[in-house]
């Protein structure tokens, strides 16, 4: 770097100044590794260890000086950071300051903070639909979805006859799946961008950080990052640093950043075992006697005397050998009685009466700034001045504007002030709780909600510190509220549930009672049980002291998390408990009814949505998921109204508006579906969601190239949305461009190679280009997943039709109906293949059985009347194609179906009437033409006949 060269003397006075002896090889190999060229260092992650007392922060603290001197950027976080964001807000702060800000990164993080704010209501909900996208026992999805297994694929035009889909397509498998999420967090955001924020914010951060990285780390040396005590950070950090350094997963990490950890534990082998080799290990042990007897002479203490004593006193432990080289004592006598308590000890040798107590009240909070300090001294004159001198104790580190005691040292004095005046102890902890209670309240005037108090970050350290000095005045008094407050705060996210985890047994082992130390550990032990949030819950649940409000909240956040795990009977009983203790609305009705909607009991799931509605009558959500249950349940009308009420309360709603769209589309609107979706995306043009429900709106029209531009844009937005790439694969297939469906096809696959209706639809796709060994391997594909998918089965049955495998096809067709013998479309199919092996009296059981289902079934009418003529029984033939003309009376292939009866037995008028008729719906029908020439040559109109020839070649030309 370009600048003046600093003298030896200089250089001697910084090394003084920054009074740190010792620790050498460490110092030495870090400096080292700062001198390399980054593309050429071995060592850029270090690891720091070692118990309390070592000086793992200290050293932590001087190598980042060192760095710092060497001309890098660094910056500092420790277990107040409260995971991966936060850490991401430090360091981007940090770099600001010392001239490489981010603004990049500054806007992300800002609409992350005010998205989450809008979604945070809803976002409890929003976390129980996630473990629905992709479960088997998930109720029918949106009708967008459905859409996609009704319209998309009538539009194939594979199968003879009419509603050949009908009941072929199962929409819990077919749909996209990620409906309810979206809907969820939709009805509260204002694009799908914002949706994609909150929902992987990580995802959406991280890549933006590590870009702010690389434009910092271009201008310096090195950028080192420090993570102090990381033992208590490392459960919420570990998964997102190992990827940041050794994965693409968030993009590239700049080669000169070098990551510096120090914390009491080693690294979790169960995320690190693969990667150690990276790690530079730095290993702590307290003092050997050399190391000691150094750093005393370094601060002039050399007194052979008075060595001895410190060395017996401290035991070699770092921050009490410093401690006492601070006071650079001269006589054994001035370190005091070596029975007496270290507190009495370490202050022996300061006299001003009121830095005494000080130094010890302010060991009482958790962390000190000079307004804690204040309430802590109990004095407004001198708090300033008394704080000022607080930070230059060598046992005090200085934490971003507040201050921390080194554990060894607080631990000390705790218990000193404890045992001394337990009526002094209560005392000032009930000072420091009014303290904290008059901050957080000073907050709550400005947030006014207590959704929104726990949002702030302030509010929640002033909230969670008060807990805390309540806890250590009165653990016996205190408790139950903390418990009630550990619900609220995993109420709010597992990260805040942690934090306060960690305070409430910090209050247990600084108190050392018995009660609140048990609480904290059992907690502790939870929160690494492989599903912390049950765990978690389960051990709150277990106080007979937790209060019926926070208990039934609890009941109610674990009911969630059975559901998410798709415990239903242990979610319904959580459930039940939390309503019969008096808990309503969306945590309670809401949570239950989509348990209901989970295990296909809808009439139960409409019942509570409606009791939700009932608690909170202006909360969109909950008529957006009745609405869709009425949809589930085919009461499209009702689901109408629902929606209706929800956009009259959110007008802004894209949710509601797609969901009514696809809902008017189910019952035939297709105007107004569109104005829907029109809206929608007016709203947002980049919802996804609402672009795929338009483009399969438009397949259903037939338009697909209007379609495909939808899907297209959809995909702009998102490449990665299988949704989106099998509808427009659907629209290539409507098209008869099969190459074209068959890649995206390809492409969903690529991305998840599990989506049975992908696989299943590129299966039709090669059953239309005869490629039927293709067709048959892409159904095996999708029931090797799920060997019940009726749309794979049904699809396979179609091919070993084709292949004149009949026996095959029967039995692709008994399996469906084994899973749903009122499956018309599987019975008509079986009986297709019956009549093909000539098993004539089966094939007619099959059709009789499907129309006993439904009469107006046209695909079974139409099989049945083909066979009835091949078995000679032509009355019976004529009454069903007379059937079918009732139904479509426009229907050319029917008219044309009982002509041909007519012309076989002689029926010759009726014949030409119903060919007549069938040619002046279509005057184009080959077949109709053909066999009305075949009649007049019968009837002897021969001349009719001849005439006839020249019109029927060139139509049948065509």
């Known amino acids: ?317 770092p921050v009490l050998v410093s401690m006492l080289a601070e006071a650079r004592l001269t006589d054994p006598a001035e370190v005091g009685d070596p029975s007496g308590t270290a507190v009495e000890r370490f202050l022996k040798w300061e006299t001003d009466p009121a830095r005494r107590a000080a130094a010890l009240a302010c060991a009482l909070p958790l962390e000190v700034d000079e307004d804690v300090c204040r309430a802590a001294v109990n004095d407004e004159e001198t708090a300033g001045e008394l704080f000022d001198w607080l930070r230059s104790l060598p046992f005090v580190s200085d934490h971003a504007g507040h201050c921390l005691y080194h554990d060894v040292v607080r631990n000390a004095m705790l218990r000193l002030q404890r045992n001394q005046s337990p009526e002094r102890w209560r005392e000032q902890h009930t000072r420091l709780a009014g303290a904290y209670q008059l901050r957080r309240r000073e907050i709550e005037g400005r947030t006014g909600s207590d959704e929104a108090n726990w949002d702030d970050e302030c509010w929640r350290a002033a909230r969670v510190h008060e807990t805390y000095h309540h806890l250590c005045a009165d653990t016996r008094a205190a408790l139950p509220e903390a418990l009630g407050e550990l619900v609220s705060a995993y109420r709010h996210g597992l990260t805040t549930l942690r ?41 709150l649940l277990s106080h007979t002291i937790l209060g019926s409000p926070s208990r039934a909240l609890a009941y109610a956040l674990r009911g969630r998390q059975h559901r998410k795990a798709k415990r239903y009977a242990q979610a319904t009983a959580d459930y039940d408990r939390a309503i019969e203790l008096g808990l309503a609305g969306d945590l309670a009705h809401y949570g239950r009814g989509l348990v209901h909607l989970d295990a296909c009991q809808y009439q139960e799931a409409l019942a509570d949505f409606t009791r939700a509605i009932e608690a909170d009558p202006a909360n969109p959500a909950n008529l957006t998921q009745r609405a869709w249950t009425h949809t589930v349940l085919g009461e ?33 609107n297709r105007l107004r579906a569109m104005a829907d979706f029109d809206q929608a995306l007016a709203l947002d043009p980049g919802d996804t969601w609402a672009l795929v429900s338009r483009g399969l709106a438009h397949h259903a029209m037939e338009r697909y190239a209007e379609a495909i531009a939808d899907f297209d844009q959809a995909l702009a937005i998102d490449p990665g949305d299988t949704w989106a790439l099998v509808s427009r694969g659907l629209a290539h297939h409507a098209m008869e461009r099969y190459a074209e469906a068959i890649a995206d096809f390809d492409q969903a696959l690529a991305i998840d190679p599990d989506y049975v209706f992908a696989l299943s639809s590129r299966g039709l796709a090669h059953h239309a280009m ?149 040619l002046r719906a279509n005057p184009d029908y080959g077949y109709a033409l053909t066999l009305r020439g075949l009649v007049y040559r019968l009837t002897g109109r021969y001349g009719a006949a001849l005439a006839a020839i020249p019109v029927t070649l060139v139509v049948l030309a065509r």
């Open 499 to 539: 934090h306060w985890v960690d305070v409430v047994a910090r209050a247990g082992e600084d108190t050392e009672t018995t009660a609140t130390t048990e609480a904290g550990q059992r907690l502790r032990a939870a929160l690494n049980e492989p599903d912390p949030p049950i765990a978690a819950l389960t051990v």
């Open 636 to 668: 499209h009308e009702d689901a109408l109204d629902d929606y209706d009420e929800a956009l009259a309360l959110k007008p802004d709603s894209g949710l509601a508006l797609t969901m009514r769209g696809t809902t008017h589309q189910t019952l035939g």
């Open 1 to 317: 770097m370009a600048g003046r060269v600093l003298s030896r003397q200089e250089l001697i006075r910084r090394r003084r100044r920054s009074g740190f002896v010792g620790r050498r090889s460490e110092q030495m190999a870090f400096q080292e590794a700062l001198r390399q060229a980054p593309e050429e260092a071995t060592q850029f992650l270090f690891h720091i260890h070692g118990p309390g007392g070592v000086g793992k922060s200290t050293l932590a603290r001087q190598l980042e000086n060192a760095a710092r001197e060497a001309g890098a950027i660094t910056a500092y976080v420790d277990e107040s950071v409260a995971g991966p964001i936060e850490v991401m807000e430090s360091v981007s702060t940090q770099l600001a300051v010392q001239g490489a800000p981010s603004k990049e990164f500054d806007k992300i993080l800002a609409a992350y903070r005010q998205r989450r704010h809008e979604a945070d209501s809803g976002l409890a909900e929003a976390e129980t639909a996630a473990d629905s996208l992709t479960s088997a026992s998930s109720p029918p999805p949106s009708p967008s979805s459905m859409v996609v297994s009704q319209i998309g694929l009538a539009g194939l035009g594979l199968i003879p006859g009419v509603g050949a889909f009908t009941g072929v397509v199962d929409a819990s498998h077919v749909a996209a799946g990620a409906d309810r999420l979206k809907a969820v967090l939709s009805a509260r955001l204002r694009s799908h961008e914002d949706v994609r924020l909150v929902l992987s914010p990580l995802q959406a951060l991280t890549p933006v950080f590590l870009r702010a990285l690389a434009d910092a780390a271009r201008s310096r040396p090195w950028i080192v990052l420090t993570f102090d005590t990381y033992e208590r950070a490392s459960p919420l950090l570990d998964t997102w640093l190992r990827d940041i350094l050794v994965s693409d997963r968030y993009g590239e990490l700049p080669a000169n950043v070098m990551l510096l950890l120090a914390g009491q534990s080693r690294l979790d082998l169960r995320r690190w075992s693969d990667w150690l080799d990276l790690v530079t290990d730095l290993p702590l042990e307290v003092f050997t006697e050399d190391e000691a007897r150094y750093l005393l002479a370094a601060k002039g203490v050399t007194d052979e005397s008075v060595v001895e004593l410190v060395l017996k006193l401290s035991k070699g432990l």
């Open 770 to 918: 005869e490629r039927y060994a293709e067709a048959i391997a892409d159904f095996d594909q999708a029931l090797a997943i799920d060997p019940d998918y009726v749309f794979a089965l049904s699809s396979r049955g179609l091919a070993h039709h084709a292949m004149e495998r009949y026996a095959e096809a029967i039995a692709d067709f008994d399996q469906v109906l084994a899973i749903d013998p009122g499956d018309t479309w599987a019975l008509g199919n079986r009986g297709l293949a019956h009549r093909a092996m000539e098993r004539y009296a089966e094939a007619i059981a099959d059709f009789d059985q499907a129309l006993a289902i439904d009469p107006d079934y046209a695909f079974a009418l139409g099989g049945r009347a083909l066979t009835q003529r091949l078995l000679g029984h032509c009355d019976a033939s004529v009454a069903d194609y007379t059937r079918l003309i009732e139904i479509a009376p426009d229907s050319a292939s029917f008219l044309a179906g009982r002509a041909n009866i007519h012309r076989l037995e002689g029926r010759y008028a009726a014949a030409l009437a119903d060919l007549n008729r069938a």
